[in-house]
């Protein structure tokens, strides 16, 4: 294979990614026209077809994936050693990418996280709210989940059993989680009962029907299948929304029931629901100042906070 640089697998990159020309050239910066005349003296280069060209974009072909798994692989690299290059600063500036999640971002975070700013005003804190456990060391959003920031984070905050093993942090504490009514809702339990009796009998919030494979989608999967089911949302904070109106009862973790004064926890924590908050981030950023000042500041108070629930 001829040598190839950089320079060259960043514009199939970018077409893989987008899935067109204008997409890459949006993406690259550039115009149109750089974009198709690189393609073509690359594809000139390896003496092969990388995409078709269809209706619906740019489709790699064979030999268009396994250069696309090589560019992903030196995008990677490239991005690393520009992150131990911006590691190395030491001053409490510049600004701070966090991705978490909403349910952590409305009921745990605000607090904390304006404590911070107040202490390091030189930082600029950029908080991406998911639903779900970002891998801090993929580029790209599809592999990681269905529903990623559409850029890389330098902290995340995460409700996860399961962390990555190329990322570093701390865990922070467990959280437990109960089933919910709205306080003196006709027909809905008010006071805590076995967790089976709420399943055979109660209207159920639940989560939807998909393949999402959090530990509370899994859980629902196992004992909804024959519940009462009036409404599925798809995270915490659209459940309490639901449970407010008394529709039925529905699961939230308990660091959530200060901000919900209507709701009352009808079921003890249920127990193979915990989870860890996880706060995490590359290894080639923990020693940068900014970062390593928000994983202290903020992981301490929220460790606090989790401890007092």
């Known amino acids: 294979m001829p040598d190839l640089e950089w320079s060259d697998l960043r514009y199939a990159l970018a077409i893989g990614e987008t899935g067109s020309l204008a997409g890459a050239s949006r993406l690259l910066g550039v115009n149109h026209t750089a974009v198709l005349r690189r393609l073509d003296a690359l594809e000139a280069k390896l003496g092969t077809r990388l995409f078709e060209r269809k209706r619906s974009g740019y489709e790699p072909t064979d030999a268009g ?9 030196m995008a990677d690299r490239v991005d690393e050693i520009e992150r131990q290059i911006l590691g190395r600063d030491r001053e409490l500036t510049g600004l701070l990418q966090v991705t978490t999640a909403f349910v952590i971002m ?5 607090a904390p996280l304006a404590d911070f700013a107040r202490a390091y005003p030189g930082i600029e804190v950029e908080v991406t709210e998911n639903a779900f456990l970002v891998d801090l060391s993929c580029r790209r959003p599809e592999l990681v989940g269905q529903s990623l920031a559409q850029r890389e984070a330098d902290v995340a905050l995460r409700l996860s059993g399961q962390v990555s093993e190329h990322l570093v942090g701390r865990n922070l504490g467990v ?11 006709p027909g809905l339990p008010q006071s805590v009962q076995p967790l089976p009796a709420l399943v055979r009998d109660a209207p159920w919030v639940a989560f939807e029907k998909t393949q999402q494979d959090r530990i509370y989608d899994r859980w629902m999967r196992a004992q909804m299948e024959h519940a009462r089911v009036r409404v599925r949302v798809d995270i915490f904070n659209a459940t309490a929304a639901m449970l407010r109106t008394g529709i039925g009862v529905g699961l939230l973790p308990t660091f959530m029931e200060a901000g919900n004064p209507d709701l009352v926890p009808v079921s003890e924590p249920i127990p193979e629901l915990a989870a860890p908050i996880w706060m ?10 900014r970062v390593r000042a928000f994983m202290q500041h903020v992981g301490d108070a929220l460790t606090e906070r989790l401890r007092a629930i």
């Not at 994936?65 to 692989?73: D, F, G, I, Y």
């Open 106 to 110: 409305e009921h745990l975070l605000p």
């Open 175 to 185: 959280t437990q989680c109960r089933v919910y009514a709205r306080r003196g809702a």
């Open 280 to 289: 995490l981030t590359h290894p080639d950023l923990r020693q940068t100042a």
């Open 65 to 73: 994936q396994t250069v696309l798994a090589h560019a992903r692989h």
